[in-house]
């Protein structure tokens, strides 16, 4: 029994959290063989080998894999897959985009988003936005599964895997990468922040959306936003939490100016103290808080700024 | 250029699912039902390739139990042309996984000859996220999925895709498959005229097995059940009280 996951590896480096929660997530399962995949992925690799709990460490390094296009890597993932019974990988955008085709190329289904591991077979996964948990078990003989982050906690350090190559597989040359915009940051990352704060669409502008990027910065916490505050440009995409952005539960999370639809609570309510500031003492959002605060946000939040 | 656009019936997304008593699963009867908000996102990009004279024809097609001709015809209204039905359940229940649908899909596309199939990123029942994936694989055909932004020229597809880290630009020959997110576009209302004028498009029906593909699950449902709730919290009179109980709970 053996597990091959594929480590999340961008532009040649490690998404360290990410790989180690899957790592963990998996441990209970077989031997696990981390595989970084990349155009660099040497460094990656390294680093994955001192994950605790990791049994080997395979690199693919190759031009075709540097930007993660889904078909090269599904296609490497598919050609290694003959003596693993599970293929894993921490569900962030890359994976999905990559499983469910390695999961098709193998004729078998796809378990994404598991937030629970409990045999080699069963596993729980939230559906309807995290309204229903359910429990599938899988009658394929090998299982592709993606493993909801923010369910587990981190494998730690200091394992010393051998790192050896993988072979390579051809590239079938269907998509190319043209360009990212991706926007550098100081913050914690928001997926593995132990503090987030975010906001909602009564930001009214991106200069106003400043209001909380000052409380996150003071904080330390990493920045959220609802789909509306995205869709109405006053935050990037990628900070988007909830059903169809990311999953995150953090020690704090404080919602600000957001309503509290299903989607969002999606992402967020598995933090273990929700914070609610919101003007509407009705709004949904304070059914899942532990701490609410009624009123106006433009004065509330620069106060709260200024006194943690 | 024809387009196809699978479209799933799904619980409405205002409705909070609930899950029945008996762990048997999440309750549909008497529920409302409406397009996956994403199907809605892909029928729009497809109608819009089609008005910038991009595409020729856009069919749209649906796999699950018979009402989901309702979806179709919500399709039709905004402005797909023709629509394949297939019924693979009986119960509103039996929900198809992604890798039947794809190979369901991929028999249509074998009829059909799309040069693009713009699907949703993920159906809200299931959250699978996988079926667009699955059909690229199972047709050998090159992928776009999350996609934010979708250009067409002659013989590939320039998609901008939403990622965990920002925005990812890529180039992808077609035919290909697209899937939707959510900033793709804002979907149109069908006007009433065009849901007249729907009824009367054409609307063919087939079943799986016309298709020959088997849709017995690979993965058994063994329970549902509604996730832990939280315990209900307090409202707090200030600034100053919310920040003593951050300290207090040890957060801050
Ligand atoms: C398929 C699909 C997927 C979705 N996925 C997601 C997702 O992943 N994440 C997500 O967040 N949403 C998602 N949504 C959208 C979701 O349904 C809601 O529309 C969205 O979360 C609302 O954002 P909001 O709370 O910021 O805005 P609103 O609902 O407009 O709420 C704004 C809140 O701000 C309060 N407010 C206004 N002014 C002030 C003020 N001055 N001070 C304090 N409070 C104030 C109001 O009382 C209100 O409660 C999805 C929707 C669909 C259909
Ligand atoms: N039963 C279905 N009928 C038609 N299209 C479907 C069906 N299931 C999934 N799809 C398409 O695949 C997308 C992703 O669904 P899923 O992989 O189930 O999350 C949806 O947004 C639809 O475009």
Redesign the pocket.
């Known amino acids: 029994m053996a597990v091959l996951l594929l480590g999340e590896v961008t532009s040649g480096v490690l998404n360290r959290d990410a790989t180690a929660k899957a790592v963990a997530a998996v441990g209970a399962l077989g031997d696990v063989t981390v595989l970084c995949a990349g155009a660099h992925a040497r460094e990656a690799a390294a680093e994955a080998a001192t994950i605790q709990g990791v049994a080997k460490v395979l690199v693919a390094e190759a031009p075709a894999y540097g930007h993660r296009l889904a078909e090269p890597t599904a296609a490497l993932l598919a050609a290694l897959a003959g003596e693993y019974e599970h293929i894993a990988a921490p569900a962030t955008t890359d994976a999905k985009n990559v499983m469910p085709r390695v999961a098709a190329l193998l004729d078998v289904m796809v378990i994404p988003e598991v937030s629970k591991v409990i045999d080699a077979a069963t596993f729980e996964r939230p559906v309807y936005a995290g309204n229903a948990i359910q429990t599938v078990r899988s009658r394929d003989g090998k299982k592709v599964i993606t493993l909801r982050t923010a369910s587990f906690e981190a494998a730690g350090t200091g394992g010393a895997a051998p790192v050896g190559e993988a072979t390579l597989a051809d590239d079938p040359g269907l998509s190319s990468w043209l360009s990212d915009e991706v926007a550098a940051s100081d913050r914690p990352e928001l997926t593995s922040a132990k503090r987030v704060v975010s906001g909602?669409?009564?930001l009214g502008s991106k200069e106003q959306f400043a209001l909380i990027e000052a409380l996150a910065d003071k904080l330390g916490a990493a920045v959220g936003a609802?789909?509306?505050?995205v869709d109405s440009g006053y935050a990037p995409n990628d900070w988007?939490?909830?059903?169809?952005?990311k999953v995150v539960a953090p020690e704090l999370y404080v919602a600000v100016?957001?309503?509290?639809?299903i989607?969002?609570l999606a992402?967020m309510k598995d933090s273990k103290v929700i914070v609610a500031?919101?003007?509407?003492e009705e709004?949904p959002i304070f059914q899942i808080a532990d701490y609410g605060l009624v009123?106006?946000?433009?004065t509330v939040v620069p106060e709260l700024t200024g006194k943690v | 250029m024809k387009i196809l656009v699978p479209v799933k019936r799904v619980i409405d997304?205002n409705v909070k699912a609930r899950v029945r008593a008996d762990g048997s699963g999440v309750d549909l009867a008497n529920v409302k039902m409406s397009m996956n908000?994403?199907d809605e996102i892909a029928v729009e990009e497809a109608i819009r390739l089609k008005e910038k004279g991009a595409a020729d024809e856009v069919v749209v097609v649906s796999i699950g139990v018979k009402q989901a001709q309702e979806t179709l015809r919500t399709a039709l209204a905004m402005g797909a042309d023709r629509a394949i039905l297939v019924v693979a359940a009986e119960d509103v229940g039996t929900d198809i996984e992604p890798l039947a649908v794809a190979k369901i899909l991929k028999a249509v596309v074998d009829a059909e000859a799309p040069r693009l199939v713009i699907a949703g990123k993920q159906a809200?029942d299931n959250d699978m996220n996988a079926t667009g994936q699955m059909l690229a694989a199972l047709l050998g055909w090159g992928q776009a999925t999350f996609a934010s932004k979708l250009e067409i020229a002659d013989d590939s597809a320039k998609v901008t895709r939403e990622v965990d880290g920002g925005l990812q630009t890529i180039k992808v020959r077609l035919p290909a498959i697209v899937t939707a997110d959510?900033r793709l576009n804002e979907p149109r209302y069908a006007s009433l005229p065009n849901i007249m004028k729907a009824k009367k498009k054409p609307l063919e029906e087939k079943t799986a097995a016309d298709y020959g593909v088997d849709v017995s699950p690979r993965l058994e449902v063994v329970s549902t059940r509604e996730p832990e709730g939280r315990s209900a919290g307090i409202k707090v009179g200030s600034v100053d009280e919310l920040v003593s109980k951050l300290k207090e709970a040890g957060v801050i």
């Open positions: 909602g669409r009564a609802s789909r509306a505050a988007q939490v909830g059903q169809t952005g100016g957001i309503s509290g639809a989607q969002h992402g500031i919101n003007k509407d709004a009123g106006d946000l433009f | 997304y908000p994403f809200i959510l």
